[in-house]
């Protein structure tokens, strides 16, 4: 029975402490080969952040975490050329990337730790 409420309670507390995490997402954006834009942003899971660079660069993300080492990464992107909204699970620290067309998209998403903003 105690194994059962430390187990319980061990849990509880893990998702809990999963849904307060805090993120940093740094992305470059490519368009045929040269850099459109490379914003940073810090924003806790399950939020989005939006950005925008002048009037034509658009850039919405959101980190959905998935497990302790990775989480599903939603943007949406807009630019003069045009817009996409690609998906990546991409694990923690390291670079991930998806080429649509003549658009290169980096994401590398790290875990920020509370006291460090």
């Not at 954006?29 to 034509?56: F, H, Q």
């Not at 998906?87 to 080429?99: L, N, P, Q």
């Amino acid at each position: 029975m105690k194994h059962l409420f430390l187990l319980s309670a061990f849990l509880l507390f893990s998702s809990f402490s999963f849904a307060d995490d805090t993120f940093r997402v740094s992305t470059s954006v490519y368009v045929n080969g040269e850099l459109l834009g490379s914003p940073e942003m810090i924003l806790e899971s399950n939020k989005s952040a939006t950005l925008s660079i002048g009037e034509s660069f658009n850039y919405r993300v959101t980190v959905h975490p998935k497990s302790i080492n990775t989480a599903e990464i939603v943007t949406e992107l807009s630019d003069s050329t045009g817009a996409m909204n690609p998906r990546f699970v991409v694990e923690y620290g390291k670079e991930a990337s998806i080429e649509i067309g003549e658009k290169l998209i980096t994401v590398l998403v790290t875990r920020e730790l509370v006291g460090s903003l």
